[in-house]
């Protein structure tokens, strides 16, 4: 595919419309309550008994936070009272039990991901326990290839407990940094000495790390232009090998802690789009490539070769690698994708510890894919990660006449290609450089579920 990319201030205005950000099909929207853990038992039998089951990628969810970053849309719980984080602990090496009995012991997990909330909200020891019960109930890979990544709080980590970390297994670390600028830190109450984060990268590779990636968000009160490019100018001096450049989404209306943020400080859509073509712009003039709405990666990143060769997926952590692996969602709220389904834990963290303490598989919603789900996901994928779809892919897998079976879809998309935003031939369709900022826009032409009633107005976000 094409990595290049080009700004176009007139088209984004256009398509700047409300859309899922597809790190899944169907989207959570559709998950049903009729999913249970019976259900979610099943697919993960009908995974093991594959012809060459696939490995397992893992995603731990800790919620748990010292402080309230107003702008955070996460499932978290913020406390100074380190009890409730034991007893969750407690409950999630129940819960890793449970779930490692579900799989053949010969599955290696390639791929773990402690998220949050702030992972590093618990003791060294408290890690030391929990990685231990997962490789006592699941076949944790020592090698040198595996993906083990966690998320990091550069203002409660040193050096010490960074090692600590690549001791237990971990040789990736995500480092929330947002922004720089002191007046931005304190409006969304997040104060942290830059310097004292920057200088984790470079003590994260001394102790073996080998992939450092680095948040920022745009659209944050009292940025500017010149004030944010004074953040991303000081991140790129250390050379971390991802960023994720989320642009912010104010709805108080969901998130209760954005009601801390004075509306009248956030910067105008003009402003922000101004902020989203100036992080393009000094990113790629770095050298980093382009992956795709909020992500980039160094030429030589797995994320940039995944996306090269084609491997490359979307899931509930973005743009990810392993796209092989069947992936399972421990603690509360995370999500799963076993087979031709998708698993989601109870959302809070009552209803989950309830479930878990009468040993039941905390499992409160799903779906089972359908054969024209798993159709349509392919092409929303291939959409999403690399620009492009090609329609004999599809056809000989599903048998299906693409022209045929998509002769609606393929008809609106003359529209967006009339405007710049692809260009069809007679196999395939492609996203133009000024596309590929727009790929939900195109990928929600094959979202079936767009253009069905709903008893619930879906809450999506922007596109841009």
């Known amino acids: 595919m094409d990595q290049q990319v080009k700004f176009n201030t007139d088209l984004i205005k256009r398509y700047d419309v409300a859309g899922p950000r597809y790190t899944s099909y169907p989207t959570a929207v559709q998950f049903i309550e009729g999913f249970d853990a ?24 800790l919620p748990f936070c010292h402080s309230l970053c107003y702008y955070c849309g996460c499932t978290k719980k913020v406390t100074r009272h380190a009890e409730q984080g034991v007893r969750y602990l407690e409950l999630l090496n129940l819960e890793i039990e449970m779930q490692g009995k579900l799989f053949d012991k010969d599955r290696e997990v390639e791929q773990l991901h402690f998220g949050g909330g702030t992972p590093t909200f618990h003791t060294d020891e408290q890690m030391s326990v929990l990685m231990a019960q ?49 007046k931005v830190q304190q409006a969304v109450n997040r104060i942290q000495d830059p310097q004292a984060t920057l200088d984790m990268v470079d003590g994260s590779r001394k102790l073996g790390f080998n992939s450092v990636s ?9 940025q500017t232009s010149d004030s944010f490019g004074k953040t991303i100018d000081t991140v790129v001096a250390v050379k971390p090998d991802r960023l994720a450049v989320y642009n912010y989404a104010h709805m108080p209306h969901i998130f209760r802690a954005q009601r801390m943020i004075n509306a009248d400080d956030i910067p105008s859509p003009e402003i922000k789009l101004e902020l989203m073509e100036l992080t393009i712009r000094k990113l790629t003039d ?10 980039f990666a160094l030429p030589e990143d797995e994320l940039t070769i995944a996306q090269k060769e084609g491997h490359l997926q979307r899931n509930f952590q973005g743009y990810s690698t392993r796209r092989q692996c069947d992936l399972v969602g421990l603690g509360v709220s995370a999500i799963g994708k076993v087979g ?22 905390p499992i409160w919603r799903g ?48 529209q967006l290609e009339k ?25 929600m032409n094959f979202d079936e579920y767009l253009h069905t009633k709903q008893s619930k107005v879906p809450r999506f976000s922007r596109v841009i």
């Open 38 to 61: 019976n259900a979610y038992r099943r697919y993960t039998t009908a995974s093991n008994n594959e012809l060459i089951p696939k490995p397992l990628s893992v995603y731990v969810h």
């Open 134 to 182: 997962l490789n006592r109930h699941f076949a944790l890979s020592d090698s040198d290839t595996r993906e083990y990544s966690i998320e990091v709080d550069p203002r409660t980590v040193g050096n010490d407990r960074l090692a600590k970390l690549a001791e237990l297994g971990f040789n990736r670390i995500s480092l929330g940094v947002q922004d720089i600028d002191p």
């Open 214 to 222: 680095i948040d920022l968000i745009y659209g944050l009160p009292h």
């Open 286 to 295: 770095a050298g980093y490539v382009y992956i795709g709405m909020d992500h």
């Open 340 to 361: 031709d389904c998708y698993a989601q834990n109870q959302k809070d963290i009552p209803s989950w510890q309830n479930a878990v303490s009468d040993g039941r598989l």
């Open 367 to 414: 779906v089972c894919l359908t054969t024209e789900d798993r159709l349509r996901r392919g092409i929303i994928e291939s959409i999403m990660c690399h620009g492009e779809v090609h329609f004999d892919d599809f056809e000989a897998n599903f048998d299906i006449d693409f022209n045929d079976h998509f002769a609606l879809e393929l008809g609106h998309l003359q």
């Open 419 to 443: 405007d710049g935003l692809l260009k069809t031939t007679e196999s395939g369709f492609i996203a133009t450089p000024e596309g590929r900022l727009l790929l939900r826009a195109i990928a």
